[in-house]
């Protein structure tokens, strides 16, 4: 069993930026994906971003491409989701989630453990 707890949301204004840290426990990771995802309201869960533990290779989806970045600290077990040139349409509830495998998935139901989410609200 995996579990994820994030944190790190609030409110920031257009432009901002924010980090949010996902961090995993109760299992080895070496063979997990990690993935952010996000929610807004009366829309479906997206992707946003995923990075493979062992290599380290990220991913992300074209609205947030140059604009968040993916990390990961193996010491700490934690994922990280550093987010720059914040827009209000970013506001979302924002998910890390963890699938076995090498390689990252972008479909919510490809994922197999999830956090809670933190609230993630860009003012214009």
């Known amino acids: 069993q995996v579990q994820l707890v994030e944190s790190g949301g609030g409110l920031v204004q257009a432009g901002g930026s924010l980090g949010l840290s996902c961090a995993v426990s109760?299992?080895?990771?070496?063979?997990?994906?990690v993935g952010w995802f996000r929610q807004a309201p009366g829309k479906e869960r997206e992707f946003a971003g995923a990075i493979t533990w062992s290599g380290g290779s990220t991913g992300y989806a074209d609205s947030v491409k140059g604009r968040f970045t993916v990390s990961r600290d193996n010491a700490k077990n934690t994922v990280y989701l550093q987010m720059n040139s914040l827009k209000p349409e970013d506001t979302a509830v924002y998910y890390c989630?963890?699938?076995?495998?090498?390689?990252?998935?972008?479909?919510?139901?490809?994922?197999?453990?999830w956090g809670q989410g933190t609230q993630v609200t860009v003012s214009s």
């Open positions: 109760g299992r080895t990771l070496n063979s997990f994906v």
């Open positions: 989630a963890a699938h076995l495998g090498n390689y990252y998935y972008t479909h919510p139901y490809q994922y197999d453990y």
